[in-house]
């Protein structure tokens, strides 16, 4: 590769290629990541952005092509390698440990000792004074333990480590994942000034709209291969979902629903159905303190709200993850108060937690985390394991689902994020919710993915279960919902109909998110 564009490239990929054993998952991939600018990198799950990454960052050798930072090659001679050359990267999993603070995270096992061979928090702080003020963070911060920090000071001081210990090259994968709107505008004013100075940023982002939000570069990878690379005002979402799906798709308009209780003229309305669940003067700690709501079999009814609005505590409550401190809580018509996730489970209620590693026994197979939920109905009447059952229930829900893996027996930590969130969905599927959780079901997920979990969704909800969907994404809760309820300040603000075919719109939404006022 010649050299003539190094000072131009801060990550330079050129005809790489990785396979293992006769399976190649990248093939002649060709990636310039430009100083001072943002280049997104997109696909579905599967697609090979990790493995690309892995490669860029040192811990994978390609098995063909050449890798250069900065202009230097990159020779896999050592693990620190990428980073001495200048590459920092930011993993989706935070790196951090939560109960220390921010600075001694900046310098773990780097600490700067003074003349008696102490930590010198003079000497650290003095030492990341530059960075801290190049990304805004509030010095106070660094003193805090991680835990006590906001989720956007959390991925800055993530970032800060990473542009300390390598400024040539910042790599964020999936940086979004945890954040609300406000904080993701914020972080991208924060990525707009590392590129301004000369760091050349690559960002993976399952999102098609932080793409054209953030970036001035975007690369598509499918299946191994790179389908589309251009600047991104060059393309549009439409042209950027029908080559990362390979076919003419385009984003999924409103699932409309099939069951026979949808809002239309002649049909029984809101009012004289009997809700799947009433909610009546909820209360938990100083979160959420005068919740109501209703929600009704057949329904998806969104939730929205700012971060800290309360949205995981209320389905952590739903759930019995977390106790209330007051309120009514009813469940198809009887009185519901769970006391564990078992009691929520026992009565149909199940909840996918924004951390799907919550819900999955990571290192355990497809099989086992799946029947695990129904594990008491496979037993036969010598309450052995019904091995041949639980294998086809399993072989069922990987079909419905399209979860790609070698087969039932595969450890979910081998599968991508996407078809990790599959298997907690095919738990939730399993086991028959009649009120179904969903706490930023697509975190994580791509665009092909998502609408598979959207398209499952539904079709749960046209059997007559009821579902609660919360998410940050705004153009996925009006996709996705029948109605859409706004958590502001502890309280449900407001309930939003879709008005037939009108739908929502998303800047009236968004008005009403802000100013807890619906149009």
Request: proline share 4%.
């Amino acid at each position: 590769m010649a050299r003539t564009d190094g000072d131009a490239c801060a990550l330079e990929m050129a005809h790489v290629g990785k396979r293992f054993g006769q399976n190649w998952v990248l093939r002649n991939v060709n990636l310039k990541v430009r100083r001072g600018s943002i280049h997104a990198i997109v696909g579905h799950n599967g697609a090979g952005k990790s493995t690309l990454m892995k490669i860029a960052l040192g811990a994978q050798k390609p098995t063909e092509g050449e890798v250069r930072i900065g202009g230097c090659p990159l020779t896999y001679s050592r693990p620190a390698e990428a980073r001495t050359l200048g590459l920092g990267m930011v993993m989706q999993e935070r790196s951090l440990i939560m109960t220390m603070t921010g600075i001694d995270n900046l310098f773990l096992n780097a600490e700067r000792l003074n003349a008696l061979g102490c930590v010198s928090l003079r000497r650290e702080r003095a030492e990341i004074e530059g960075v801290v003020q190049q990304l805004g963070i509030n010095p106070a911060t660094l003193s805090m333990r991680v835990s006590d920090l906001r989720p956007l000071d959390q991925e800055l001081i993530e970032i800060a480590r990473a542009l300390h210990l390598a400024n040539r090259v910042l790599v964020l994968d999936e940086p979004t994942a945890p954040l609300g709107q406000d904080e993701v505008n914020k972080l991208f004013d924060v990525l707009r000034i590392v590129a301004a100075r000369g760091t050349g940023v690559a960002l993976i982002t399952h999102h098609l709209g932080e793409v054209f939000d953030v970036s001035d570069e975007v690369t598509c990878l499918r299946d191994g291969n790179v389908v589309l690379s251009c600047p991104t005002r060059e393309t549009g979402i439409a042209d950027l979902t029908s080559v990362m799906l390979g076919r003419g798709a385009s984003p999924l308009p409103y699932l409309r629903r099939s069951n026979p209780h949808y809002e239309e003229p002649g049909m029984p309305s809101v009012s004289e159905r009997v809700p799947a669940l009433t909610v009546r003067h909820l209360r938990v700690g100083t979160t959420l303190c005068d919740v109501s709501f209703d929600t009704f079999a057949g329904e998806i009814l969104g939730i929205v709200g700012l971060a800290g609005s309360g949205r995981s505590t209320l389905l952590r409550t739903l759930f019995g993850d977390v106790r209330s401190a007051g309120g009514e809580l009813c469940l198809f018509g009887k009185s519901y108060r769970p006391e564990a996730p078992a009691d929520a489970i026992a009565r149909g209620v199940f909840l996918v937690p924004t951390d799907r590693a919550q819900a999955l026994l990571l290192s355990k197979s497809i099989t086992e985390n799946v029947i695990l939920v129904i594990l008491r109905r496979l037993l036969n009447r010598w309450r052995f394991l019904n091995v041949a059952d639980a294998r086809e229930r399993v072989r069922q829900m990987m079909k419905t689902l399209e979860i790609r893996a070698s087969g039932a027996d595969q450890p979910v930590d081998e599968l991508s994020g996407g078809n990790q969130q599959k298997v907690v969905l095919a738990k939730a599927l399993t086991v028959g919710s009649r009120l179904l959780l969903l706490d930023e079901p697509t975190v994580g997920v791509d665009i092909a993915s998502r609408h598979e979990i959207m398209t499952q969704v539904r079709n749960l909800a046209d059997t007559g279960s009821a579902v609660l969907w919360v998410s940050s994404d705004l153009q996925e809760i009006i996709q996705v919902s029948d109605r859409i309820a706004i958590l502001r300040d502890g309280i449900v603000y407001a309930t939003i109909n879709r008005e037939g075919r009108r739908g929502f719109n998303e800047h009236s939404l968004s008005e009403a998110i802000q100013a807890g006022q619906s149009r």
